[in-house]
């Protein structure tokens, strides 16, 4: 008998690897706020429910949490219908949200305190691609021996995990790491491209170039997409993260200077709009 697993939060990300659990042989147990889902995610498999306290009474042990905020998880494990009314025991919740670390932290302490569930934090890392092929980067951090138990979910969705340790925040500090490389790596190769479109040298040569030399990188090989990413879509997220790793520097007094720049430079490096303020 298949494995119940409750699932959270069915959008672009959400959707995908929500799939992917129920293409490795596990029943997932869905819920969205969003109705308009519920059609397309019933077809492809997945049981459907109408209550929050329904995910938290038919899941086995897990229930992931795919949702926007720290907010909307605190509404969806502590409101009036929320997981919590189902008083479930011995069951964890796997927040795939990005928080602020001090915030994922906060919100383990709080269901712990307040409950009979335990949390992990397992950031995410590929984009509504990588969700869709199941090859996401996985952070997580929290216990570890319920993290190694649950290899088998994460494994469904993902390529890579990795762990850093017993403090929920920690995977999230890893994701802003990540994505504050990809920023400044961002802003080099746009720069870079600008410089040689000064002089007439042609792009898909120049990145031909990259491919193979020191300038080499995941942002080089996977241009044409990241050239299309605007300020309603990748890469307004980005620049929350730049942002967020940034504040997380002042707070603890760790010097930045090149994801500080990034921040700034992100839109104009791209030629690109800048999202409404």
């Known amino acids: 008998m298949s494995k119940k697993i409750g699932f959270i939060g069915l959008g672009t990300m959400g959707f995908p690897m929500a799939v992917n659990l129920k293409k490795a042989g596990f029943e997932v147990i869905g819920y969205d706020a969003f109705k308009g889902v519920y059609e397309k995610a019933a077809a492809a498999g997945i049981t459907?429910?109408?209550?929050?306290?329904?995910?938290?009474?038919?899941?086995?042990?897990?229930?992931?949490?795919?949702?926007?905020?720290?907010?909307?998880?605190?509404?969806?494990?502590?409101?009036?219908?929320?997981?919590?009314?189902?008083?479930?025991?011995?069951?964890?919740?796997?927040?795939?949200?990005?928080?602020?670390?001090?915030t994922m932290n906060e919100l383990g302490k709080k269901v712990e305190e307040e409950s009979e569930l335990t949390l992990i934090s397992a950031a995410v890392s590929?984009?509504?691609?990588?969700?869709?092929?199941?090859?996401?980067?996985?952070?997580?951090?929290?216990?570890?021996?319920?993290?190694?138990?649950?290899?088998p979910y994460f494994d469904a969705i993902g390529s890579n995990t990795f762990y850093y340790g017993a403090e929920a925040g920690n995977s999230q500090?890893?994701?802003?790491?990540?994505n504050m490389i990809l920023g400044v790596n961002m802003n080099a190769v746009a720069e870079g491209l600008k410089l040689g479109k000064h002089y007439g040298l042609p792009e898909e040569e120049i990145l031909n170039l990259l491919k193979v030399s020191t300038g080499d990188s995941w942002v080089v090989r996977n241009w044409s997409d990241i050239s299309e990413w605007t300020a309603e879509t990748a890469l307004s997220v980005l620049l929350k993260d730049l942002i967020a790793t940034y504040n997380e520097g002042v707070k603890h007094n760790v010097s930045m200077p090149f994801n500080a720049l990034s921040s700034t430079q992100l839109f104009n490096s791209m030629g690109k709009e800048k999202p409404k303020a």
């Not at 509404?75 to 602020?100: H, R, W, Y």
């Open 173 to 178: 500090v890893a994701k802003l790491v990540n």
């Open 48 to 102: 459907m429910v109408e209550t929050l306290k329904e995910v938290a009474e038919q899941a086995d042990e897990a229930i992931i949490s795919m949702v926007r905020d720290y907010a909307q998880n605190v509404d969806v494990i502590f409101s009036e219908g929320g997981l919590l009314s189902a008083q479930p025991k011995n069951k964890t919740i796997i927040v795939m949200s990005t928080l602020a670390p001090d």
């Open 126 to 151: 590929g984009g509504a691609s990588g969700a869709q092929a199941g090859t996401l980067s996985i952070m997580t951090s929290g216990s570890e021996e319920i993290v190694k138990s649950f290899m």
